[in-house]
């Protein structure tokens, strides 16, 4: 199966968004002692430095459905294989879920805290997904409107859940924040549990976009015309509901000390768990985008002459997104150096650096770049991961017999 070059360019745009906000948890002055979406502390630039990386969590995990739904319909084009069986399909998401969580739990966790005794360990976005691909490798071949219903039903119901109070016996409460909301839980004195990405939230999201890609195997005009359809219904959803400030978010938008701010108060919507309204604005803008990238004729296959509006940026955009995985372990931890590089310009010393939970390992005070120097570190390593992914892109496709670089 060729690649859909749409696909790799949405996803590159995402990637590159989302070392932003990695960049800016680090690295920015303010980052420890301040939220960039208070609106009695924040400002409207710091505010949309962490706004425009919503975007990224729900993008990636609904083209991760995408893609495994056009991973698994290889076989429609491929005759008959082991390869292509129910039971090597099932295998394959089985051992990529375990995979991706157990990538989590190590490599991500110490680059996110660079704590050795890893005495805090977060739930995040590729657990999340892993954990989705282990639900698919069971729910595969169920048809895909029912698919897309249970997605939808996750996906418009679950902020209901968020009335319900979890129970008082810890098991059950881990267990129950693990499926349905995030929470900070103390395991042992030395050891916590952060989960910042349940489940079933973002299954939601990973079984919609399963079901979605079927549009990817219809001719572009039609693709283009439901994606436009699509991205519209959400935005529009967004806005009656948002409007309305009856259901769907948490936390309902305030008129503020002026327009800006009311403003920032009506997009400023609840990613932990994400809620309805997050949901619907990002995955809206991203119909948008992919629909964008449509060409009104031709093919969408990588190689064809109508492949899709990419340009210069869009190819560049693509070599990041084809190398996804990739990309996301290494630039937590060209950050990283980044980071150490940060304090010790600064004048600090290894004694001063604080490997605690949520302190990543900086000072205690004094530390951290302003949001342009935030932007010029993003921007660096950004540059710095193309070659990388460029050379591991070349890599991976040039040796389909190494079957583990496909987990990577």
């Given at each position: 199966?060729?690649?859909?070059?749409?696909?790799?360019?949405?996803?590159?745009?995402?990637?590159?968004?989302?070392?932003?906000?990695?960049?800016?948890?680090?690295?920015?002055?303010?980052?420890?002692?301040?939220?960039?979406?208070?609106?009695?502390?924040?400002?409207?630039?710091?505010?949309?430095?962490?706004?425009?990386?919503?975007?990224?969590?729900?993008?990636?995990?609904?083209?991760?459905?995408?893609?495994?739904?056009?991973?698994?319909?290889?076989?429609?084009?491929?005759?008959?294989?082991?390869?292509?069986?129910?039971?090597?399909?099932?295998?394959?998401?089985?051992?990529?879920?375990?995979?991706?969580?157990?990538?989590?739990?190590?490599?991500?966790?110490?680059?996110?805290?660079?704590?050795?005794?890893?005495?805090?360990?977060?739930?995040?976005?590729?657990?999340?997904?892993?954990?989705?691909?282990?639900?698919?490798?069971?729910?595969?071949?169920?048809?895909?409107?029912?698919?897309?219903?249970?997605?939808?039903?996750?996906?418009?119901?679950?902020?209901?859940?968020?009335?319900?109070?979890?129970?008082?016996?810890?098991?059950?409460?881990?267990?129950?924040?693990?499926?349905?909301?995030?929470?900070?839980?103390?395991?042992?004195?030395?050891?916590?549990?952060?989960?910042?990405?349940?489940?079933?939230?973002?299954?939601?999201?990973?079984?919609?976009?399963?079901?979605?890609?079927?549009?990817?195997?219809?001719?572009?005009?039609?693709?283009?015309?439901?994606?436009?359809?699509?991205?519209?219904?959400?935005?529009?959803?967004?806005?009656?509901?948002?409007?309305?400030?009856?259901?769907?978010?948490?936390?309902?938008?305030?008129?503020?000390?002026?327009?800006?701010?009311?403003?920032?108060?009506?997009?400023?919507?609840?990613?932990?768990?994400?809620?309805?309204?997050?949901?619907?604005?990002?995955?809206?803008?991203?119909?948008?985008?992919?629909?964008?990238?449509?060409?009104?004729?031709?093919?969408?296959?990588?190689?064809?002459?109508?492949?899709?509006?990419?340009?210069?940026?869009?190819?560049?955009?693509?070599?990041?997104?084809?190398?996804?995985?990739?990309?996301?372990?290494?630039?937590?931890?060209?950050?990283?150096?980044?980071?150490?590089?940060?304090?010790?310009?600064?004048?600090?010393?290894?004694?001063?650096?604080?490997?605690?939970?949520?302190?990543?390992?900086?000072?205690?005070?004094?530390?951290?770049?302003?949001?342009?120097?935030?932007?010029?570190v993003w921007l660096t390593v950004v540059v710095l991961l193309y070659p990388l992914c460029r050379w591991y892109g070349r890599y991976r496709a040039t040796h389909p017999e190494?079957?583990?670089?496909?987990?990577?």
């Amino acid at each position: 199966m060729r690649r859909i070059l749409t696909i790799d360019i949405a996803r590159g745009l995402v990637m590159v968004i989302m070392a932003l906000d990695h960049t800016r948890d680090l690295l920015h002055v303010d980052s420890l002692t301040q939220s960039p979406t208070d609106m009695a502390t924040t400002t409207p630039i710091l505010f949309f430095t962490r706004w425009i990386t919503h975007l990224c969590a729900p993008s990636f995990v609904f083209l991760s459905g995408t893609s495994a739904w056009l991973s698994v319909n290889r076989q429609r084009t491929t005759p008959a294989t082991q390869s292509t069986s129910p039971s090597s399909i099932r295998r394959h998401f089985l051992i990529r879920g375990i995979w991706l969580i157990f990538l989590e739990f190590t490599i991500v966790n110490f680059a996110l805290w660079c704590d050795i005794h890893f005495r805090i360990i977060m739930f995040q976005v590729i657990a999340t997904i892993g954990f989705g691909f282990i639900a698919l490798a069971f729910l595969y071949r169920l048809s895909p409107k029912i698919l897309l219903a249970i997605g939808l039903l996750i996906i418009f119901g679950h902020d209901l859940l968020s009335q319900v109070m979890l129970p008082v016996n810890p098991a059950a409460r881990i267990f129950l924040s693990l499926l349905f909301s995030n929470g900070l839980f103390q395991i042992t004195p030395n050891f916590s549990l952060l989960v910042a990405y349940p489940i079933i939230p973002w299954l939601g999201i990973l079984l919609t976009g399963f079901s979605a890609g079927r549009i990817f195997e219809m001719p572009a005009e039609k693709r283009k015309q439901l994606l436009l359809r699509g991205g519209f219904a959400a935005i529009g959803l967004f806005l009656v509901l948002r409007l309305g400030n009856f259901y769907g978010d948490p936390a309902p938008w305030t008129v503020q000390r002026n327009w800006i701010y009311s403003t920032l108060s009506f997009f400023n919507v609840s990613k932990y768990p994400p809620s309805l309204l997050y949901t619907l604005i990002t995955l809206g803008l991203l119909f948008l985008f992919l629909a964008f990238l449509t060409r009104d004729a031709g093919s969408l296959h990588a190689g064809s002459p109508h492949d899709s509006k990419e340009g210069v940026v869009g190819k560049m955009l693509a070599v990041y997104g084809k190398v996804p995985l990739f990309y996301y372990l290494i630039h937590w931890y060209l950050l990283r150096c980044a980071m150490f590089i940060m304090v010790f310009a600064e004048g600090f010393h290894i004694k001063d650096l604080l490997f605690t939970p949520f302190q990543f390992g900086r000072p205690a005070k004094g530390s951290g770049l302003p949001l342009a120097g935030v932007y010029a570190v993003w921007l660096t390593v950004v540059v710095l991961l193309y070659p990388l992914c460029r050379w591991y892109g070349r890599y991976r496709a040039t040796h389909p017999e190494k079957t583990l670089l496909r987990y990577l």
